[in-house]
């Protein structure tokens, strides 16, 4: 299966892989939200998109809605765990390592981890490919990993709830029903969307300087 084709019509793959894999699919579910938050070169897999396709399948009555919070919010919070380890071990040794990353941006980033770690792990959840550089971040900060793993757990009770229910409620309306592509699409503009404004701001600013 093409991974593009399917962060774009992830309504249509999702149903062929109910129907191809029943129970399984539930694996299937947790694998991909494991592997978009707890990888750093796979933060392209779908995240919001998919929760809030999944929500509405279970509003459907296709999935169970208990077995798809449980299963993907514990993928987010082991994917978050994993990614905050691999970090920890290896992450500084990259980072001093590029010749493009001096030690003065690693010591600034700790500084602001240990003042806003907490609130940038949870914020994180709700921007695609920030929500996956951000644990790995904590663990090369040496973010102290019982206020980390609180955080980890906060966050992705918060943001899977919210996509699966908005999912869950709104794809029972016919327009979402009948139009679940051009929403889905429309989920994955809003969420790069703080992402790209962040970036622009941030080149406007280096410019100016």
């Known amino acids: 299966m093409n991974i593009i084709k399917f962060i774009f019509h992830a309504d249509k793959y999702l149903y062929i892989l109910i129907n191809k894999y029943g129970l399984g699919v539930y694996i299937i579910l947790f694998l991909i939200i494991f592997l978009e938050t707890g990888l750093v070169i796979t933060p392209f897999f779908p995240g919001d998109s998919l929760l809030f396709i999944t929500g509405t399948f279970a509003g459907a009555g296709i999935l169970n809605l208990f077995f798809v919070l449980i299963t993907l919010i514990s993928a987010a919070i082991i994917g978050d765990s994993v990614n905050y380890f691999i970090g920890s071990y290896f992450g500084e ?99 790069l969307t703080p992402f790209f404004i962040e970036f622009i701001k941030q080149t406007i600013k280096q410019r100016n300087n």
């Open 93 to 191: 040794k990259i980072f001093l390592k590029s010749k493009l990353l001096k030690k003065e941006y690693l010591d600034k980033t700790k500084n602001f981890y240990k003042k806003h770690g907490g609130k940038t792990i949870i914020l994180a959840r709700f921007t695609p490919l920030i929500r996956t550089f951000a644990p790995f971040v904590a663990g090369i900060c040496k973010m102290d990993y019982k206020k980390f793993f609180i955080y980890n757990v906060t966050g992705a009770i918060l943001w899977v709830s919210i996509f699966v229910y908005l999912g869950y409620y709104f794809g029972k309306i016919e327009f979402v029903k009948n139009h679940l592509t051009f929403i889905t699409l429309t989920v994955i503009i809003l969420s």
